[in-house]
């Protein structure tokens, strides 16, 4: 149960506030039809909303991040399903120390895995391929799909499949007419979130990307740096409005209290 308190009520209050405070500066500054933010303001304006999609680089880097994001997490889920369904259901040698190591990209910070895999990609010579770059976003993203898979297939109660097995199903039935439905919304808010931390990865994508490689956040911060202008924040915007969504959506299949603070519904 969830505490609807007045203090719960408070504390919900303030966290809306301190989200939307900075996300309406950045609507002001991307609305203000002049170079710079004045307030009271004179007019709004679309305008640069239209200047991100009329600018090549934000437009392909946009594309690089979504694909980026979409395979990275679906790759995560390939490995992480497996994983989560051995380590969860399985006793075997070394299940701790499998489990250590899939959540060990959490306690990492992402320099050292940027730097890191920069060094290695660098030996291997295989520096600036895409393939490889989904490859460095799966270590790092990872984690995410494991603990909601592996919370899904511990939280999830057998007897069902015993009695299907009692039936005559086999194996794989019991798992695709079963199990796979009753921890999807495990997977399925695994792989959201999995897909926006790809999506917002900034620290370790900037040592393991190239020119032709740049995703939205690297280009960003590539941007800022040259110049500041009412299009970053219109560029802030949207991706504020594309993760929000995204954690709508999560928060509507799983639950972001399971998944922030592993409450139980």
Not at 24 to 41: G, K
Not at 51 to 78: M, R
Not at 120 to 143: D, K, R, T
Request: hydrophobic share 55%; glycine share 8%; net charge neutral.
């Amino acid at each position: 149960m969830r505490n609807n308190g007045p203090i719960a009520l408070i504390f919900h209050a303030l966290v809306v506030a301190f989200v939307l405070a900075p996300l309406l500066v950045v609507c002001l500054v991307a609305f203000t039809p002049e170079d710079t933010l004045s307030l009271p303001t004179h007019g709004v304006s679309l305008r640069w909303f239209k200047a991100v999609f009329e600018h090549p680089d934000f437009v392909q880097s946009f594309y690089n991040s979504l694909l980026l994001a979409l395979l990275s997490a679906t790759l995560s889920l390939c490995i992480a399903l497996p994983a989560g369904l051995a380590i969860g259901r399985l006793s075997f040698a070394g299940r701790d120390f499998l489990n250590a190591l899939f959540l060990s990209p959490l306690i990492i910070p992402t320099l050292v895995l940027g730097v890191a895999l920069m060094r290695l990609f660098a030996s291997m010579g295989v520096s600036g391929s895409f393939g490889w770059l989904v490859v460095a976003h799966v270590v790092v993203i990872s984690p995410y799909v494991l603990r909601l898979v592996l919370a899904a297939v511990v939280g999830m109660d057998q007897s069902a499949e015993q009695a299907a097995q009692s039936l005559g199903a086999g194996p794989w039935t019991v798992f695709r007419r079963v199990t796979l439905p009753m921890i999807l919304p495990g997977i399925t808010g695994g792989w959201l979130l999995a897909f926006i931390n790809s999506f917002d990865e900034l620290t370790m994508s900037i040592f393991v990307t190239t020119p032709a490689t740049v995703t939205l956040p690297v280009r960003m911060y590539m941007y800022a740096t040259e110049s500041i202008d009412p299009m970053m924040a219109s560029v802030s915007a949207l991706m504020i409005l594309v993760t929000g969504a995204a954690m709508l959506v999560l928060d509507r299949v799983y639950g972001l209290d399971k998944v922030l603070i592993g409450q139980q519904g």
